[in-house]
């Protein structure tokens, strides 16, 4: 277990390390960009004055480096300033609109394993026949178009010309649900609302599929492969000499060590759903982190900005630790190395 | 002595993109209950093949074309059922592999691998009573530590362990017929010869019949009652192992011979069952290839 834990630390200190840079790196690009967030936030109708005076509040005047160090200050004080576009705490929004793309992405993940594991060992256990052909050509179909395609190309489909699925948003506007997670799916059940619970699935539906969509191809097509690999190796035959059912020697034997170089890809393919689900989120009109950023963006936020970039930033760190976690658990000779590796 | 396997007339091909290949053109071998033989020919002359013809793996591939009698204990292998096939394997025939340590499955433990194949046999057998009868077979081919290797992974053990493992767990089952595709090829010499020499009294003291397969006429020499040379897919001399050494009749037998590497030439190289170096083997590979 020590090794385990010896992972987990290393991979901690180097999150600190990036945590650290991207903050620099966006602090810089963020601030260069042209416009003055001062009068952009005052509007064209404020005095200059008032600018000036939002200005020196914001410590606009003084150099990038003591803003730096304003900026880490606060934020080890777990502030990450106000929002000039809502104005109220940027905590506070990224507490309100977090949840909505963490549920979102959790759920294409959930897709993109759920579906995508099952149809790669399916493709490799049948490899040359037809169904590994139908797999093939499928997932080759949705790997080739990026996920806001998708979201397009389901949303007139199944929204507008066969309308099974809401257009968009998260819940519809009869319901009224108290916020305890954030997440919909809970928090209806939380409340006891069943038709709430469904309206939200249903709501979840289209966007998480055109999310996971590529997700699900890579992964049963990685799958595939490197089942396809692992189905050469000696131990293979060995367990087909002692007899054992093809699909006992699919589980223990094919899948189990074909995962192990899969799972950071797909580890990373969750991650980046993280990135796609801005485009996504923009097309079904999902209320989450994504749609924040864009506006913060425009409107050269600067707080916000840093907040909403850090906050996916540490969430992509934390599914790769998750991630790397995994991989020690099932790959013995990291979870049984004794000594410390360079 | 009664015959355990039985082969007549035994073809094969393979349908390629380029047409039939033949591979096998009619070979007969049988082998006694309790009785060693020995397969020797050059590389793709087709001894794998017949090993897993006989296991009744080739049966089932697509691509090959299996003709001729597979008697195995009175049933017949080439007709017989796919899942009939399948209870045989790894109950009443089992084999061992060139390469012991990647033929063992690299994320599961010693004892965990042992538990499966023992529960071919018998699939309600408790983990404590799988982990007994591991132990008491790991101590039959002299591991030492015998409780604390079940709990190892392929990769932490030797070469030589392994191998001593495999064997272990190809005779757990007691089956009849052993098939050994080159065991320990991958080995160095003493390593593979203490292991082949451990592997002769297993067999002998079991009884369990032996097909040993090599392009080595050296290594089978101390190892088996009998010979089958095969060349391109035809059996070209048969005879019990003195007699075949000693009078090889046929001009392919004859080179083979001339071709065995003079440290096997005169039998295994001696190395004493129990050296420093046998009660050592247990490398502990510490780090990943990371
Ligand atoms: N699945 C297969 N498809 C097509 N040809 C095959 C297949 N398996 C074996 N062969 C061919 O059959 C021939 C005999 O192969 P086999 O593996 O039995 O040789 P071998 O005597 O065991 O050689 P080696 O000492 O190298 O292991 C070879 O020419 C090989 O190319
Ligand atoms: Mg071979």
Known sequence: ?342 | MSTLLDIQDLRLSFKGLRGITDVLHGISLSIAAGERVALVGESGSGKSVIARIVLGLLQETRSARVSGKVGFDGAEINTMRPRDRAKLRGTEMSMIFQDPTSSLNPTFTIGNQFAEVMRRRDPKLSRAACDARAIEMLTEVSIPNPDRILENYPFQLSGGMNQRVMIAMALVNHPKLLLADEPGTALDVSVQAQTLRLMHDLVEKHGTAVLFISHNLGVVREFADRVYVIYRGNIVEEGPTASVFHNPGHAYTRALMDAVPRITGAGLPEVPEVSDAFLAPMVRHDRGAA
């Open chain 1, 1 to 342: 277990m020590s090794s385990v834990l010896r992972i987990l630390l290393r991979r901690l200190g180097i999150s600190v390390i990036v945590l650290i840079g991207v903050s620099m790196l966006i602090f810089a690009i963020a601030r260069v960009i042209p416009g003055d967030p001062a009068r952009i936030a005052l509007g064209p109708n404020a005095s200059a004055e008032q600018v000036a005076n939002l200005r020196a509040e914001m410590h606009l005047d003084e150099s990038i480096f003591a803003q730096y160090g304003y900026f880490v200050s606060d934020v080890l004080r777990g502030d990450l300033g106000q929002s000039l576009y809502t104005n109220r705490p940027v905590t506070t929004d990224i507490v309100q609109f977090l949840p909505a793309t963490l549920e979102l992405v959790i759920f294409a993940g959930i897709l993109m394993v759920g579906l995508g594991l099952p149809l790669g060992i399916l493709a490799a256990r049948h490899r040359g026949r037809w169904p590994d052909h139908v797999i093939r050509v499928l997932t080759l179909l949705t790997v080739s178009a990026p996920s806001f395609v998708w979201a397009v190309i389901l949303m007139l489909l199944f929204a507008f010309y066969l309308p099974l699925f809401p257009v968009a948003g998260r819940l519809g506007d009869s319901f009224d649900i108290a916020t305890v997670t954030g997440f919909l799916t809970i928090d209806t059940l939380i409340a006891g609302n069943f038709s709430a619970f469904l309206d939200a699935l249903s709501h979840l539906v289209l966007p998480s599929v055109a999310l996971s969509l590529s997700g699900i191809g890579q992964a049963a097509r990685l799958t595939r492969a490197n089942m396809i690999e692992t189905y050469d190796k000696p131990y293979i035959e060995m367990a087909q000499a002692f007899g054992f059912f093809p699909s006992r020697i699919a589980k223990r034997y094919a899948f189990k060590p074909s995962m192990i170089p899969s799972l950071t890809i797909i580890g990373l393919d969750f991650a980046a759903m993280l990135g796609n689900a801005f485009l996504v989120e923009a097309v079904f009109a999902w209320p989450g982190l994504s749609r924040y950023g864009v506006a913060v963006i425009l409107r050269k936020d600067l707080n916000a900005i840093m907040g909403t970039v850090l906050i996916i930033a540490l969430t992509f760190l934390v599914v790769n630790i998750l991630v790397d976690l995994l991989i020690a658990f099932l790959n013995p000779r990291i979870r049984h190395s004794t000594r410390a590796s360079s």
